[in-house]
């Protein structure tokens, strides 16, 4: 199905890709409200949606914690902060063994997937040192 393109949806987008980092559906619309007030949270939330069925952004699901939304689309591993819930990219190949031991292991079709490791990032070590 091929949906049109609204003013709403490309602001969604924008702010995605000018934020340059995994945000959360709220970050975007506070993001987004400051110069479109009138703005409604389910429109963003809708859009950021949209979005990522179009595969405009990619959609990180992230277990006990807000699904957050990546403007790189390649697959590729995230990390999340349990300290502070920041999701950072993790730098380094994708593994492609993962594929087939999960298809010939489990006889999966495999069709995505999101890895998050946990850990606790720079800036939140360096709290807990002072």
């Known amino acids: ?11 969604v987008l924008n702010a995605v890709m000018k ?6 559906a709220e970050e975007v619309y506070d993001y987004i409200k400051i110069d479109y007030p009138t703005i409604g949270k389910g429109t963003v939330y809708r859009n950021l949606g949209i979005l990522a069925d179009e595969k405009k952004i ?10 957050c939304f990546d403007f790189t689309l ?3 591993y ?3 902060c349990i300290e502070c819930g920041k ?4 730098d380094m190949d994708e593994t492609k063994t993962i594929y087939s031991f999960i298809h010939d292991r ?3 079709k495999f069709l995505d997937y999101d890895i ?3 850990g606790i990032c720079k800036d939140c070590q360096d709290k807990g040192e002072e």
């Open 106 to 108: 489990h006889g999966m």
């Open 58 to 67: 990619r959609r990180v699901e992230i277990p006990g914690g807000a699904d």
């Open 1 to 11: 199905m091929n949906r049109r393109n609204t003013i709403q949806k490309e602001l």
């Open 74 to 76: 390649e697959k590729h």
């Open 116 to 118: 998050v490791f946990k």
């Open 87 to 90: 999701v950072f990219d993790v």
């Open 19 to 24: 934020m340059r980092r995994h945000v959360t």
């Open 78 to 80: 995230h990390v999340r």
